[in-house]
C-alpha cells in the first residue's frame, strides 16, 4: 500500500468512528429529552402498569 491509500483508509475510518459518534450522540439526546418530558407522567405510568399486571394474574 503506498501513503496516499494508507491516508486514505485513515481518513474513511475517521469518518465511520465520527458519524458512529454523531448517532450516538444523538440517540442519548433524544432519550435524555423524552426521559424528562415523560417524568411528569411516570406515576400515571406506573398505576397503569400494575393496574395491567393485576388484571393478568
Known amino acids: ?5 494508507n491516508k486514505q483508509d485513515k481518513k ?3 469518518r465511520i468512528w465520527f458519524a458512529f459518534f454523531v448517532i ?3 440517540n442519548i ?5 423524552i426521559a424528562m418530558l415523560m417524568q411528569p407522567l ?3 405510568i406506573n398505576e397503569f402498569l400494575i393496574s395491567m399486571l393485576n ?3
Do not use: K, N, Q, V
Open 55 to 57: 388484571s393478568i394474574g
Open 24 to 26: 450516538f450522540t444523538l
Open 12 to 14: 474513511i475510518a475517521e
Open 42 to 44: 411516570w406515576y400515571d
Open 1 to 5: 500500500m503506498s501513503t496516499t491509500e
Open 29 to 33: 439526546a433524544a432519550f435524555t429529552l
